[in-house]
């Protein structure tokens, strides 16, 4: 089975400043990695996925992931926040093969002025 | 907006009873999926239907059904409500089976009082 530890359920950091939410995930078998993000009051978008190639993903808003396989981390930064990313961001795996996303618990990001 | 919607977008009522809700997934999208999102849960996937059949099941419970019509649409009913049913429930399609990629909708909130 797969699971996903979103190591932080809060950030708070000021506008302007980096930011990276960390992921670590557990699987016996390969998978591929997303990062959902949710705004208040809304359903989940898709903000970036891994599937294979380079690990260096970029995905939607400026942000960007890098895989680790050894780590089993899928670390999500960018290098400048606005007051716009606040939100709620999921990091997810699945298998191929198995239909469901397997989610972290999510991690509430809070951009202070 | 994801092209994917979803009824009723608040829902209260009491314990003991039964709701039904309803998904509409995005235009020539085959494959719906049902998550739950609750506090002490996090985001956990329940079901999914593929043109109208059952292609993977979750951590659903024996008092929750789901079903997928010829035109697509599916709905997810919820019986003998409990205090702890009181989640967000969403509703994702992607356009195949195992389409990667999932689009959400914007949820359904139940409120069991």
């Known amino acids: 089975a797969q699971s996903v530890t979103q190591l932080d359920s809060q950030v708070p950091v000021f506008e302007e400043a980096p930011v990276e939410l960390r992921c670590n995930y557990s699987s016996s078998v390969s998978v591929y990695l997303f990062w959902y993000v949710q705004y208040p009051n809304q359903g989940l978008q898709l903000l970036l996925k891994y599937l294979s190639g380079s690990t260096l993903v970029k995905g939607i808003n400026g942000f960007e992931a890098e895989f680790n396989k050894s780590q089993t981390s899928f670390h999500l930064r960018k290098p400048s926040v606005h007051i716009s990313d606040t939100a709620e961001y999921f990091c997810a795996v699945s298998v191929l093969g198995a239909q469901k996303l397997v989610f972290g618990q999510g991690t509430r990001l809070t951009i202070n002025p | 907006d994801s092209g994917v919607t979803q009824t009723p977008k608040h829902l209260i009522t009491a314990t003991g009873q039964r709701v039904t809700l309803r998904c509409s997934p995005r235009?020539?999208?085959?494959?719906v999926y049902w998550y739950q999102q609750s506090l002490d849960q996090g985001l956990q996937f329940l079901i999914q239907?593929?043109?109208?059949?059952?292609?993977a099941k979750g951590n659903i419970l024996e008092r929750f059904s789901a079903q997928q019509f010829p035109d697509l649409h599916s709905e997810l009913n919820l019986s003998s409500l409990e205090l702890g049913d009181s989640a967000l429930y969403f509703c994702a399609s992607s356009a195949t089976s195992g389409r990667l990629k999932q689009f959400f909708g914007p949820g359904t909130r139940l409120t069991v009082l």
């Open positions: 239907y593929y043109n109208g059949e059952e292609r």
């Open positions: 235009s020539g999208d085959l494959s």
